[in-house]
């Protein structure tokens, strides 16, 4: 069975997402807690944490223990305190207070989570470290042929992504534009 798992640990986005657009359109506010789900090599937690400022803190939650060394590394040399890199296995329970997170975050990560039957775990406990009114944002493969990214028949649509998110008290706020072969779903715990 585990021939069929989908595997993609310690991918980067660099060069094919631009993070700090994402991230404004997303809406990030200084002081934010922000969790980065599957955060590889950490390309999103490093500009979230420049726009978080000193009174913020990143998560960044990878099971990937070389992308974990890498980003630790990267936060060391630019001397950055407001990102906390762990080697988290985010389909189990997470290490965060319950309603801590203002803004949960994951790129590229929710089609594998389904392909491996692994959402509904990630889903309940990002749920249960989201405060109430915060949000989950997705950035996703679009659903059609492109490239680059996983097989068409695990790409997951925007409506996929807010069925899935519903059964959690999640609520779609927006879809926007992410590049020419994703898109980004914000939505809100009611």
């Known amino acids: 069975m585990a021939e069929n798992r989908h595997e993609h640990h310690g991918k980067s986005s660099k060069g094919f997402l631009n993070s700090e657009k994402i991230l404004k359109d997303i809406g990030i506010n200084e002081g934010d807690r922000f969790l980065d789900l599957g955060s590889g090599d950490g390309h999103f937690s490093i500009a979230t944490s420049q726009v978080v400022g000193k009174d913020g803190i990143v998560y960044a939650f990878d099971v990937d223990h070389e992308s974990i060394s890498q980003l630790q590394k990267e936060i060391s040399e630019k001397k950055l305190s407001n990102i906390k890199a762990s080697v988290v296995d985010i ?54 042929e492109s490239p680059m990214g996983p097989p068409l028949s695990m790409r997951l649509s925007p409506d996929d992504v807010e069925t899935l998110a519903a059964r959690y008290g999640f609520s779609r706020e927006s879809i926007l534009e992410a590049g020419p072969y994703h898109y980004t779903i914000v939505l809100r715990k009611r």
């Open 91 to 144: 389909t189990k329970e997470l290490p965060l207070p319950e309603g801590n997170i203002n803004l949960a975050f994951m790129s590229n990560v929710l089609h594998g989570l389904v392909a491996n039957g692994e959402a509904d775990s990630t889903l309940k406990e990002i749920a249960r470290v989201t405060a109430q009114n915060g949000r989950l944002a997705v950035v996703e493969f679009k659903k059609q």
